[in-house]
């Protein structure tokens, strides 16, 4: 009891004292002078009195209390301030040595600096992406409700995300409204379910049509996702309690910097949305993004109940009352004490309840099975795009570290050579072993540091270009990439590793140096071959990663390269698209096909204008629709489903695709007139492999009295979601002849420049509805562009690593050749003298330069078969083992080898061999 | 001389014990608490002057006395030494230790050859 509390006062004493003394650090030193001339004094006058002589007292009263700058030290160490002043004199040293050779450190900091930089720049967006949490309080505990189908569940009509698992088998996290309200009441296992769907709809706000994302929000979502509003209030309760009701938003902190100024005028005023005035009630705080993900905020957040006003939908508007269609996504919080085991089988006895409640499966059909899931990060849909892309890029970045690393360790065991005799002096003189390579150490942790905050400062400056990267040219909301402490604590981190790693070594064979031995040591005793040799294994080391570098950096590239080429089946220049989106209350089914045909003659009469069509899906825009396809006469299939596409009757013409058989839609195919359809060669060969398909009929739908289909013309093959993918058979249907369309992409053929076709594009059609924005707008090339935007990021990112990898391998080579030739003058100069002809030295340095260079591509290339299979999804066009990227990849590696070693053997032949045999 | 003879080199590790001992007794600076611990001891101790200084740094450092400055004899500006709390507790337990310590080196010193029992 006694010692703890001796040892507890103690604890808290030492370091108030420590940091006293480290703080009043002049006054400290005073005072120790003081207190030692004091005691001087009164000794001297006691010895006086006792009889000695002034001079004899004072010469004794020093000599009793010893020295002083001894005394004064014991007294410092007392205070523990030895290591620190230690430390204070290993920076100064260190700045001094740095300052010394401004050349060499500051390559060795740029390198640094590029490759940490690069390092925090991917870090920060992984984090982004793949691990940041929602900005809730508690975000653990959300849990996500999802279901499993084995494919025969009775789920038939579903409007949100869904997977296709393995064997048939359907993942998804929608619900239907009537089944949500079930679980709410039954739940026990969770705390308040909540309930949310994001869309994009029209706004206007203050007169200004814009697209926005809105999310349809339960009353409980704010007190279950425990976010206050930053200003005004949040929803509540009361605002989603009546269908129909509730015409109240809460705007995000986006649109309200955006549009509002951050005025806080902006409660009480009201918006458009999808032609429903809403009243603004609040803001939501900065960093909220919605339940949904941790990227990007839906703009505007209003109740449920609004959704058969704002968002009419089936066929009665309302889907609050619809239980066949699943749309919303569910989320509750974990009670504590409650499993998520015990909580899934509890939720899943209610999910069977609730479904029989509301459905009547039939007897073939299945109850799908509940799963809940992580909801911390929302529905980390981000995961499947970016995960492995990221971690390729982490290792890119990850090698180019590694690589600076050992280029700067080089450059260090290259001047340690240089250091040697300091070193021997110092040890000579009583420097310990540990405190010499601690002092080296220091010198590396500065470098480092220096490198770190360049690298921080490169990442804060670039922290906006990745994203840009990723994201479509034509999104006016990128990504906002955070840059916040934990990319700080990354950097810090990986800048103290990186000295570690760069400094301990040379630190350790520096400080192994045998004093005795050095001294007596000149150029022509030394030990050469075994500080070669190190250098030379890190040189081999280098060029291996660059030879990995460059070798992905070729896969990347070429991937760009075979996926440019790649014929997509239809003309993709002087195409401009944007998107129309008719909001159902003002346009309901029927009269949304009539505005569409509007616009397209509108557009149509624009002079410069030579096509326009409009259509269900964009190309390689990652979209597709698909129906039924059933041909007269054939027994019905259980999946007949085709790739499906409703557009102008000038669609092929705008496009450019060639009809190969039958005729085009024309003029005659109208509303009225008979149902016609054209399908594509694949189509043809895959569902009619025998027939001419040129008149045969089909349905797309599954009702008897449906109506017939006729086929009257065969186009040729298109690309459709992406450039990847083989043409898939698609079919074509006029527009004119649907009940109903909805969204429509806008395909316009000109030579106008884009600049001024736009403007007359916006007045055509605000000239018929001044609330229709034109979305999206972008020409095609840009969507194929979008479309390969992760490849083209990654080949040119991974292209400027391999550069990097590069011009670090050239300053390797070189340093180790030079350090090389400046050793072996003597040597040179007695073959020179001897009789050897320039060109023979010459050949010599390239030889030796190129040996390294060899060994290090053999290990290089290895490593990158190796590697090079893991990515394979992620190529086009190419073998992992692609031999084009192999080759060339060495051979580029062994040329800048031979540059690199150049300098340093034109010096070698030019060395005048009396210069050199008098040289020491 | 033959004075220097009776004197004793101070135990290793007894100096911080001497010094919480003389402060103890009423705050001190340091020439004085050297003066004390050989009144005392009767002038029988020598003191390494030169190792006072860090002992008493030390023993501050360590929360176990505490330091003032104010005016000497000398009408000097002089720095005092006092006892803190846990300075009285752990000049209490050293003092303990230290005389159950002598007490068993006293009883070993005083062994003789009968009093050792057998090993069987």
Known sequence: MKRLRLLLARLAAQPKSWFRAITHRSRLESDMEAELANHLELLTADLIRAGHTPAEAHRNARLSLGSAVATKDGMRQSLGLRLWDDLAADLRYGARILLRSPGFTSIAVLSLALAIGANTTIFSLAKQLLYDRLAVPNPGDLRMLHWVGDGKEVISSMWGDFDAGPKGTTNSSVFSYPVYLQLRGAN?????????????????????????????????????????????????????????????????????????????????????????????????????????????????????????????????????????????????????????????????????????????????????????????????????????????????????????????????????????????????????????????????????????????????????????????????????????????????????????????????????????????????????????????????????????????????????????????????????????????????????????????????????????????????????????????????????????????????ATMHIPMVAGRDFGPQDTTTSAKVAIINQSLARARFPHANPIGKRFQTDERVNAPWITIIGICADTRYMNLRDEPPPQFFLPFIQQKEIGTMVYQVRSQLPVDSLIPSLRRTVAAIDPDLPLVDIRTQQQQIDANMQIERTFAALTSGFGLLALSLACVGIYGVM??????????????????????????????????????????????????????????????????????????????????????????????????????? | MSEQEKQLELLQGTLDLLILKAVSLGPLHGYGVLLRIQQISGQALVIQQGSLYPALYRLEHQGVIASEWGESDNNRKAKFYSLTAAGNLRLSEETEKWNRMSVLMGNILLATASAVPEQA
Not at chain 1, 362 to 384: A, Y
Not at chain 1, 827 to 856: K, P
Not at chain 1, 897 to 916: C, E, H, K, N, Y
């Open chain 1, 818 to 920: 030079a350090y090389s030739v400046a050793n072996r003058t003597n040597e040179i100069g007695i073959r020179l003298a001897l009789g050897a002809v320039r060109g023979q030295v010459l050949g010599m340095i390239l030889r030796e330069s190129t040996w390294l260079s060899l060994a290090g591509v053999a290990v290089g290339l290895a490593a990158a078969l190796f590697l090079a299979g893991l990515v394979k999804s992620m190529l086009y066009g190419l073998q992992p083992y692609d031999p084009v990227s192999l080759i060339f990849g060495a051979i580029l590696i062994l040329a800048v080898g031979l540059i690199a070693s150049w300098i340093p053997a034109r010096r070698a032949a030019g060395i005048q061999p009396m210069a050199a045999l008098r040289h020491e």
């Open chain 1, 188 to 652: 026990q296992s969770l705390q308040d379910l909540l309930a949310f769907k994001e869309e994009s709809m029209n706004a206007t706000v203050r007169d200004n049509a814009k697209r926005v994302n809105a999310a349809m929000v339960s009353g409980n979502y704010f007190a279950v996702l425990q976010v206050p509003a930053q200003f005004g209030r949040t929803l509540q309760p009361a605002d989603d309690a009546q269908q129909g009701q509730g015409a109240v938003a809460v705007i995000s902190d986006g649109l309200w910097q955006r549009d509002f100024d951050r005025s806080p005028n902006v409660l009480g005023q009201t918006l458009k949305l999808n032609q429903t005035i809403v009243t603004i009630v609040g803001v939501a705080p900065r960093r909220f993004t919605g339940a949904k993900n941790v990227q990007s905020s839906p703009d505007i957040f209003i109740p449920l109940s609004l959704q058969p006003v704002v968002l009419p939908k089936g066929a009665n508007q309302s889907l609050l009352d619809d239980t066949g269609m699943w749309w919303l996504n569910v989320e509750g919080r974990l009670k504590p004490g409650v499993s998520d085991q015990q909580a899934q089988s509890a939720l899943d006895v209610q999910l069977a309840a609730a479904i029989r409640a509301t459905m009547s499966p039939k007897s073939d059909q299945t109850l799908p099975r509940l799963v809940l899931e992580e909801g911390s990060r929302g529905l980390h849909f981000t995961d499947g795009t970016f995960r492995k892309p990221i971690y390729v890029l982490i290792t890119f970045t990850g090698l180019v570290l590694l690589l600076a690393c050992a280029n700067v360790a080089n450059l260090l065991l290259a001047r340690g050579a240089q250091r040697q005799r300091e070193m021997s002096v110092r040890l000579a003189m009583g420097a310990g072993r540990a405190r010499i390579v601690r002092q080296l150490l220091t010198e590396s942790l500065m470098m480092a540091a220096l490198g770190g905050s360049g690298g921080l400062m490169l990442a804060y400056l670039g922290r906006n270009v990745l994203p840009s990267l990723l994201t479509n040219a034509w999104d006016d909301k990128s990504l906002q990439v955070p840059f916040d402490w934990g990319v700080f604590a990354f950097t810090a981190a990986l800048t103290v590793l990186t000295g570690i790693l760069f400094g301990l070594a040379p630190a350790w064979i520096i400080g192994r140096t045998d004093a005795g031995r050095t001294l007596q040591e000149t150029s022509k005793t030394s030990s050469r071959r075994r500080k070669g040799l190190t250098g030379r294994s890190i040189v081999i080391f280098q060029i291996s990663l660059s030879t990995l570098l460059v070798v992905g950096a070729g896969l990347f590239l070429r991937t760009v390269v075979a996926l440019n080429s790649v014929d997509v089946g239809f003309q993709p220049d002087h195409l401009l698209l944007f998107d129309v989106s008719p909001p159902a209350k003002r346009y309901p089914a029927g009269q949304d096909v009539l505005l569409h045909a509007r616009i397209e003659r509108a557009i149509a009469a624009i002079p410069g204008v030579e096509h326009v069509s409009p259509g269900w899906v964009p190309y390689m825009a990652s979209s597709m629709s698909n129906e039924t396809f059933d041909p007269e006469g054939e027994p019905r299939r259980p999946k007949s489903a085709e790739d499906v596409n409703a557009v102008g009757n000038d669609f092929f």
